[in-house]
């Protein structure tokens, strides 16, 4: 028996980059999650379309992926356009396709991604950014299914899953005369809402040792395991660019080792906004120094937990207080919960 015939192939860092992670970690604990998860089961059997909303980098094509492999057409195509990478006047071309000779440059007769998406799903990731020329023509395709290529006037067909994306409020959008109203009924049958990875914590660790699995496979490098203090420390962080800046954080380890940063300066906490000043002008000047000086020591905290690689004792020694004071200091900034790990299990 030859063995190698049967090992399993190793998967291809293109194939890394589009295979879709666990449910437990794509979805994770959070309470947020729970009900984007209940959502999008519901969702995916059906044909409806989908507006996906939240801040860049939550995974919002992540998701979108997950549900075209949990729909009828899984084995259909999934189709991704980038509203904003492609300029208005090539998005119809791009979209539609186009016959030999109908334009200067057309050599050759091409299919637009609308006819490779047949029976599959059709994703345009940041739709608010299209211009309202080609929000028209989008519209006018969504209406019936049909369309031409550009210098045919064939009027083709096309039975199609349609996702949309967008980081951006276009009840906003519609307001300032930038996104077209009829088209945002179009394609807001359902809407999911991602949160921001501050606002699942509890996922993070779980993401960050999925996340080292994978680059470890996709470079073939060995990184050194990330130990408790790291995974609390992350947990702390506000993380403005969400899961990617996490996973490029994570790449960062794998591939430079222990000596990289995983967290970018970008992503030490921002001193908390000024209170809401009241109507009367009176401005709570003991409050604001309270707030100011707590965000600062915080900090300055997570400064030092950093440059230590997360020792606590080390930080304490380089801030020259005690051990004691220091997790004092932790629990008091919100960093810890008394009693408890960043995992939620009493501590030893």
């Known amino acids: ?14 194939e890394l980059a589009n295979a879709l992670p666990p449910d437990e970690i794509l979805f994770g604990r959070s309470g947020a999650m729970k009900e984007v998860r209940k959502r999008a089961t519901k969702i995916a059997r059906t044909n409806i379309p989908v507006l996906l909303c939240g ?6 094509e992540v998701l979108a992926r997950w549900i075209h492999a949990h729909s009828p057409v899984a084995n259909g195509q999934f189709v991704k356009i980038n509203c904003a990478a492609i300029p208005g006047t090539l998005l119809e071309s791009e979209l539609f396709g186009f016959e030999k000779g109908a334009f200067t440059g057309a050599h050759s007769t091409k299919p637009g991604r609308v006819e490779l998406a047949h029976n599959g799903t059709l994703f345009l990731d940041g739709i608010a950014d299209l211009d309202l020329a080609s929000q028209s023509k989008l519209l006018q395709f969504l209406q019936d299914g049909r369309f031409s290529r550009i210098g045919d006037e064939l009027e083709r067909s096309v039975d199609t899953r349609l996702m949309c994306a967008t980081d951006k409020d276009l009840e906003e959008e519609i307001a300032e005369g930038k996104f077209r109203a009829d088209l945002y009924y179009r394609i807001n049958v359902v809407r999911l809402k991602l949160p921001t990875l501050r606002d699942r914590r509890e996922d993070i660790p779980a ?10 496979e996709q470079f073939k490098a060995q990184a050194e395991p990330l130990t408790m203090e790291t995974l609390h420390y992350m947990q702390c962080m506000d993380w403005p660019g969400n899961i990617r800046e996490l996973s490029n954080g994570i790449a960062r380890h794998v591939l430079i080792g222990p000596e990289a940063t995983i967290l970018e300066d970008s992503s030490l906490p921002v001193t908390p906004a000024l209170p809401h000043v009241p109507a009367n002008g009176v401005v709570p000047l003991k409050r604001l120094c309270k707030e100011a000086i707590r965000a600062s020591e915080k900090n300055i905290i997570l400064a030092a937990l950093r440059a230590n690689r997360w020792n606590r004792r080390k930080a ?25 790990n960043s995992f939620g299990s009493p501590r030893g």
């Open 1 to 14: 028996m030859n063995v190698s015939a049967e090992r399993k192939k190793k998967p291809t860092a293109p």
């Open 316 to 340: 304490a020694q380089e801030l020259k207080i005690s051990y004691r004071l220091l997790i004092y200091k932790i629990r008091d900034a919100g960093l810890m919960t008394k009693g408890k």
């Open 55 to 60: 801040p860049k980098g939550s995974g919002k």
């Open 207 to 216: 993401m960050a040792e999925y996340f080292l699995a994978r680059c470890q």
